[in-house]
Nanobody
Framework: QVQLVESGGGLVQTGGSLRLSCAASGGTFRTYTMGWFRQAPGKDREFVAAIHWTGITRYAADSVEGRLTISRDNAENTVYLQMNSLKPEDTAIYYC????????????????WGQGTQVTVSP
């Protein structure tokens, strides 16, 4: 079972940037599809982005693509989420998750989860 630990969250002003990291251990990272999800207050957890072990990426919607970029470093067993031009509606707890095989967009598609990191964007 892979263990995932997120870091890099914090408080930032509108228009600012953050880079989230997710360090994996206990599994074969280079074979996993990695995903980022987020959960805003009072809302369900939602898919943000995913990256296949080949480096191919998928994003939730136009609202995040172009501002949020997922990447991975297989040598460091780490997946990143670069977030630019942040908006108050990006405020959420951000979770990374892993799955074997191809892409997924649903929580049930991913078998391992981190504890989450809080991102707060002030107006």
């Amino acid at each position: 079972q892979v263990q995932l630990v997120e870091s890099g969250g914090g408080l930032v002003q509108t228009g600012g940037s953050l880079r989230l990291s997710c360090a994996a251990s206990g599994g074969t990272f280079r074979t996993y599809t990695m995903g980022w999800f987020r959960q805003a207050p009072g809302k369900d957890r939602e898919f943000v982005a995913a990256i296949h072990w080949t480096g191919i990426t998928r994003y939730a919607a136009d609202s995040v693509e172009g501002r949020l970029t997922i990447s991975r470093d297989n040598a460091e067993n780490t997946v990143y989420l670069q977030m630019n031009s942040l908006k108050p509606e990006d405020t959420a707890i951000y979770y990374c998750a892993s799955r074997t095989g191809g892409f997924g967009r649903n929580e049930a598609d991913f078998g391992s989860w981190g504890q989450g990191t809080q991102v707060t964007v002030s107006p």
